[in-house]
């Protein structure tokens, strides 16, 4: 069993920065960050293995960094010169398969958090 908790979203101008943060217990292979906004399927935008390999999606490269601390059992998503597209719930979860197929694809993961809400505005 794996428990997920997010915060740090909030409500941000565009060009602004926000890390999330998902605190962690329970053991994992993948944490991924997913978002989904009204009307639309969530996808995903960046994972970490738990052996520190990270992935991020096409749209939010550059801009989003995954990481985390293992001290803390945190993972962080880090998201910077935040737009107006960018806005929706953010949720972070894990999965304990094997390889990285699917890596942003949330029918892979298990465990999810509650998710916590990106707002931007202009």
């Known amino acids: 069993q794996v428990q997920l908790v997010e915060s740090g979203g909030g409500s941000v101008q565009a060009g602004r920065s926000l890390r999330l943060s998902c605190a962690v217990s329970?053991?994992?292979?993948?944490i991924g960050w997913f978002r989904q906004a009204p009307g639309t399927e969530r996808e995903g935008v960046a994972a970490?293995?738990?052996?520190?390999?990270?992935y991020s999606h096409s749209s939010v490269k550059g801009r989003f960094s995954v990481s985390r601390d293992n001290a803390k059992n945190v993972v962080y998503l880090d998201m910077d010169d935040l737009k107006l597209e960018d806005t929706a719930m953010y949720y972070c979860?894990?999965?304990?398969?094997?390889?990285?197929?699917?890596?942003?694809?949330?029918?892979?993961?298990?465990?999810w958090g509650q998710g916590t809400q990106v707002t931007v505005s202009s």
């Open positions: 970490i293995y738990v052996g520190g390999t990270t």
């Open positions: 979860a894990a999965h304990s398969s094997i390889g990285n197929q699917g890596v942003l694809d949330p029918n892979r993961y298990v465990y």
């Open positions: 329970g053991s994992y292979r993948y």
